[in-house]
């Protein structure tokens, strides 16, 4: 099943270009080039998690397929998912790659298990500029109706294989850490 909900339209800037306009406690999470992943298990005590929306082939958003270099009508892996805290999502995620890059890669195998933990693991992983969007969208609706403050994405490249990972950044995640929402 499909989420459209991902959907952020055109408005990524490069990260400095939001500095500005973010706390310096959100930008310590948003602008981060480490693990995302290991962050949130760092930021809780509460178990970290994956839930696992939807994974399959499909067609790339126009912003993904111009951010990945990619013919709008290229066939792209997709994998969306929630990253819990205990029960609660802190980050919905999107992450696209396209099939002629994955050679090697065993990204439909994760199952519940991040993304990050396994890409961080690699040698020579490489992560492009990051790119950070405000309010990705009105209601980032996952089931859960859930607000994304902000959102960030960047290509996370490993050999042949292109990654464009899309990170949004959940309210509940504001409350928790006691983080100005804006």
């Known amino acids: 099943m499909a989420h459209d909900s991902f959907s952020a339209g055109p408005h990524w800037l490069p990260a400095a ?26 930021a809780s005590t509460r178990p970290f998690g994956v839930r696992l929306l939807a994974q399959g082939i499909s067609s790339p958003r126009h912003d993904e397929a111009q951010a990945l270099e990619l013919d709008p009508r290229a066939r792209i892996w997709r994998r969306e998912v929630m990253l819990m805290l205990g029960d609660t999502p802190w980050v919905a995620a999107r992450s696209v790659a396209p099939l002629t890059s994955l050679h090697g890669a065993r990204l439909q195998s994760l199952g519940t298990r991040s993304l990050g933990s396994w890409l961080f693991r690699q040698p020579g992983l490489e992560r492009g500029p990051i790119e950070i969007i405000r309010s990705p969208t009105p209601k980032l609706v996952t089931g859960h109706g859930r607000i994304a403050p902000w ?4 290509i996370l490249r490993l050999g042949r294989t292109s990654i464009l990972v899309q990170e949004f950044f ?9 983080l100005p929402s804006r």
Not at 31 to 41: H, P, V
Not at 170 to 175: E, S, V, Y
């Open 17 to 42: 270009a939001q500095r500005p306009r973010m706390s310096p406690a959100w930008w310590r999470w948003v602008a981060s080039r480490d693990s995302l992943t290991a962050r949130l298990r760092a």
């Open 151 to 154: 959102g960030r994405r960047s």
């Open 170 to 178: 959940l309210d509940a995640m504001t409350a928790d850490l006691a």
